[in-house]
């Protein structure tokens, strides 16, 4: 499995540094729901006559690594100390949902991962459009199994994106980036704020 390791010179399995692994999600994924379309998965991306064309490769695993490697998650997920490293190619759904234990052959005394399991984007014919990302997130410590684990949705509005005219998709592949950016932020804040505690 191909990674990017980033932010250290240290060796892609030190015993004695902590790592954060992070896996981008697979291609953007569509939902619309409409008047005459309800909730057709990829019809946009297809281009299913009746639905709003969607322009291929928009996210793709390779744009999204390299806004992983960009965002720093390790810092947004309160972990500075952790060396980022990047995977290159996304995991399948089964993988990320079924394994209990490292998803990387990592020898690091303390490891975490980030996995980016679906990134979809949502249209409505009433309340608009959105980029929906879906995060899950492990920190094993020194452990084999984690000792937390959080996975969340988040999501961002879209005004531009998906282009209606060729000359606007410029700007909206760049909103859907920034959504994309704003989603990981959001799930970061959730999955680093405190406990809620029991009365």
């Given at each position: 499995m191909a990674a990017l390791a980033l932010a250290?010179?240290?060796p892609a399995q030190d015993p004695a540094g902590c790592e954060l692994h992070v896996w981008p999600g697979d291609s953007l994924m569509s939902v619309y729901?409409?008047?005459?379309?309800?909730?057709t998965v990829n019809g946009q991306i297809m281009g299913r006559p009746g639905y709003p064309r969607v322009p291929p490769n928009s996210i793709d695993s390779a744009a999204q690594s390299a806004i992983l490697a960009e965002m720093e998650p390790q810092r947004l997920l309160a972990q500075p100390d952790h060396r980022l490293?990047?995977?290159a190619e996304a995991l399948p759904s089964r993988t990320i949902r079924a394994n209990a234990g490292r998803l990387a052959e990592s020898a690091?005394?303390?490891?975490?991962?980030?996995?980016v399991d679906d990134v979809v984007l949502q249209q409505d014919g009433i309340s608009g459009s959105f980029l929906k990302t879906l995060f899950h997130y492990r920190d094993f410590g020194a452990d084999a199994r984690p000792r937390r684990s959080f996975a969340t949705w988040s999501q961002t509005r879209l005004t531009l994106f998906p282009?209606?005219?060729p000359d606007q998709l410029e700007a909206a592949l760049a909103e859907l980036r920034r959504a994309y950016r704003s989603n990981l932020t959001q799930f970061a804040a959730a999955a680093t704020r405190p406990p809620r505690r029991r009365h």
């Open positions: 250290s010179p240290a729901y409409g008047w005459l379309h309800g909730s490293v990047v995977h690091s005394a303390c490891y975490a991962e980030l996995v282009p209606r005219q």
